[in-house]
Every structure is written in C-alpha cells, then in structure tokens.
C-alpha cells in the first residue's frame, strides 16, 4: 500500500449489530478500531429486522427464572437445522451471545426478555429486545454504545478493494467515497461484517431457486462482495444454500407482520380457501409453503384476541396503519375477502380446534371465533445464512483449512448455524450470528494485537 496510507489496528467492514459489537468489544479491550459503512446512516439487516436476539444464561434470562442452558440452546439450534448446522459455530455462538448480552447491558443498553409465546423451535422464552421491540431501536442503541466508547465509523465509504501482501496478510482497504475518489486505510487485522448476497438477484437465482419469485424484505448491501473477496483470496465458502425467509410478508403494503400471531393460534390459509402446512414449524421455511400456493400468496386469518396481542408488535402497528388488515364478520364475509368458496373455508376452520389434530401436523388450543381478521401475505427472503468458512474464532478459512493470517467474519460474511436449507433457520439465528460472532471476532482481533506485534505496512497488491 501507498507509504503514506492512514494506519488503524483494525479495521471493520459495515457498521450492523455484528460491526457495532466488534467494535464494543475492542474498544473495551483499549484497542483502536474503525467501522467502515457504505451508507450514509447504519442500517442494514439489523435495522429491518424484529431485532429480537436469543440468549441463554444471561444474568436477564437468571433474574427472571427460566431455566435454560448454553447446551439446551445448542440442542435448539441442531434440532432445527436437522444437524446441518457447523457444530463449532453453534457451540461457541450460544456461549459468546450471552457474554455479549451481559457486556452490552453493563454499558446501559437496556433488555427484556419476551413473554407470552415461545418462538418456532425454541424451548424456552431466551429473546432479548430493547424496549421498543425492534431492529431500528437495537441498532440505535448499539451506535450510541460504541460511539460513547470511542470507536469512529466512517460513512459513505464502500469498500470496493482489499490490499494483500505475498503471504495472503491483508494489508488494509480501499473505500470509494461520495465525490468517486478512493480512500485507503492500513490495518493489521480485518473484520468482514458487512453482507450476504440476499440483494444480489443473480447470485439468488443461482444458488437459491424456491426465492426466485420472492419478495425481498433485507438491506440492498447485501450483494455479495465478501462472497467475491473471498473467493479472490482463495477462502472457503460453506453453506450458501441457507437463508432466512419469511411466510408473513404482508403484501401489497411491504411490510412485515408478527408471527407470534400464527403461533398462538392463527392459520394460513391460501387463496383456495385451504390451510396448506402446520405452520409452526417455522416462519423461514414457511416461505417456501406460500411461494408454493396459487398466486404466490397466502391469508394470515386470526380473531380478536390475537388481534389485541398483534397490536403490541410495533410491525404489525405499522402493517394495520397501512390497511392490511381486513375484517370479517362472518365466515361468508372471510370468503369474500379471500375469493374463496364459502364451503372450503368453512371445513377448514372446522379443523381449527381444541386439541384437534388437523392432519397437517398441528394440534391448536382454541377455535377461532368472530369477528375474523386477514391479513394478506406472500414468502420473502430476509437475509442469506451462508459466506465464508470460518473457524471457531471467526478466522476465515482457506481452501484447504488453514486460516488467512489476519482476516476475520462473522454475521452477514461468514457461515452461520442454520445449516444449508430454509428449514434450518432458527428465530433469531441472524442476529446470534451477527451479535455471538461480533463478541468472537473482536478477542479474536485484540489476541492477534499484542504489545509485541508490530503493524505490517508494507507494499502489496490489490487482490
């Protein structure tokens, strides 16, 4: 790199829940660091999402007394992955998002857990959220976290090169800013926690068929680019089949609705007026089962108390005020809303019952009685599970196994534990990704930075 090239000891890759906890963590630990984002304001996947995060053991989950384990949360999340899901990465995930919980409420972020319902897979309440319940909020309080404990993000600065040097040790980065010119940085150690390629259509209509015609409800910056450079630098990808997707996409409106609604007793039912999977299972996969209907959509159908519940989920308040909701006083107004026979609907909620099997799988706690609400839906695609192989402690992978000597994943990037399918998607599963390996990412950073080392800025070349 350029001699006179500006020098951080480390440097980060996009400023999400995954950047802004690395950066935390090094700042805690005294070292110097830098967020690099290609937006104008922090956002990403983060900001779109529930912002609801999954934690065992925290001293939060302790006070409230729900007796969960590190091992009961790794049993979850092989169980949902049918044991796809990389076993390193689940253990030493489900044990450093707990860490990472804790150390960001000793900083004066706030965290409840959330009650009332279990998520699709999990056996125990272990959610965490700030108080406003969602990805915007978290990642509000997560900026003014890590701005509070020095650590400097520059904004509008996408990163478009990684210099290497002979030996595959980065050298550091060239970040095009708003007027086209190219800034570079030095570094000494490398986080990758920027993106998958969920916004890259190419790339999905490659790797991930089912989400062709899926809508798309993730951050635009996720096009790929640590898939490339990874490959440029001849690292291991893994897992690229896996993804997070989402059967509860309200549509015309663009919106994502809640799908506690569905667990505690709301149906899907298609525009034939049939309940088409046990919808239980989870809302990822579901995605796939609504893509799958006749018009590549679905109705979420609820009653009233659901309804009261639903209006304490800041998504679904936004979903009602843009007109998505739709009421029904009888059976035979349902139908009309829906354009399905009267009949059809009708034999499928008499399914809908107390302890009644439905022969998809599902036994309900209750019938669903007038008023009827419906909320029309179609499958989206969230965010993708796969990217770079990573080890244990977040170092990417080569080829053949060995680690590059000081580049780092985790979140978006990197391999998560949902495995290589849909259906391994446990709730939450991104953000203990983005959050477990952010935590793991920066000890990993500040071991390599001891008062011994010395940083390496030599020349290199652009890779």
Known sequence: MPEETAHVPVLIVGSGACGLTTAIRLRMAGVECVLLE?????????????????AAQTRLQ????????????????????????????????????????????????KFEVLDGFLFP???VRRMHAVPEHTGLALMAAMERTASQAGADTLTEALVREIW?????????????RPDGSMERLACDVLVLACNGYGGNAAMVN????????????????????AIAWGKAMGARLADLGGYQGHGSWVTPQGALMTWAIIMEGGVQINGEGRRFHDETQGYSEAAVNVLDQPGNIAWNVFDGPLLDMARKFPDFVEAEKA????KANTILELAATMGCSVETLQATLDQVGPQQADGLGRVFKRTLQAPYYAVKVTGALF??????????TCRVLREDGRPLPN????????????????WGYLSGNGLLSAIGGGWIAAGTAANQLNPEYQPNRSKGTIR
């Open 323 to 326: 007109g998505a909701v739709r």
């Open 121 to 123: 897979g999990h056996r």
């Open 383 to 392: 965010h993708t599970q796969g990217g770079l192989d990573i080890d244990a």
């Open 206 to 225: 490659e790797m991930l068929p089912a989400m062709r015609n899926a809508a798309f409800g993730g951050h635009v910056g996720n096009d790929g680019s």
């Open 62 to 109: 302790k006070s409230l007394g729900i007796e969960d384990s590190h091992a009961a949360f790794a049993q979850d999340v092989v169980a949902k992955s049918h044991g796809q899901a990389a076993p390193h990465l689940v253990q030493a995930y489900t044990q450093a998002v707990s860490q990472a919980i804790d150390a960001l409420e000793e900083k004066g972020i």
């Open 164 to 176: 290497m040097d002979d030996n595959d040790r980065v050298l550091g980065v060239g970040c095009m």
């Open 38 to 54: 290609r937006d104008a304001v922090p956002s990403g996947s983060t900001a779109l999402s529930s912002g609801f995060v999954p």
């Open 407 to 422: 580049l780092l994943a985790a979140g978006g990037a990197a391999r998560g534990v949902s495995g290589n399918e849909v």
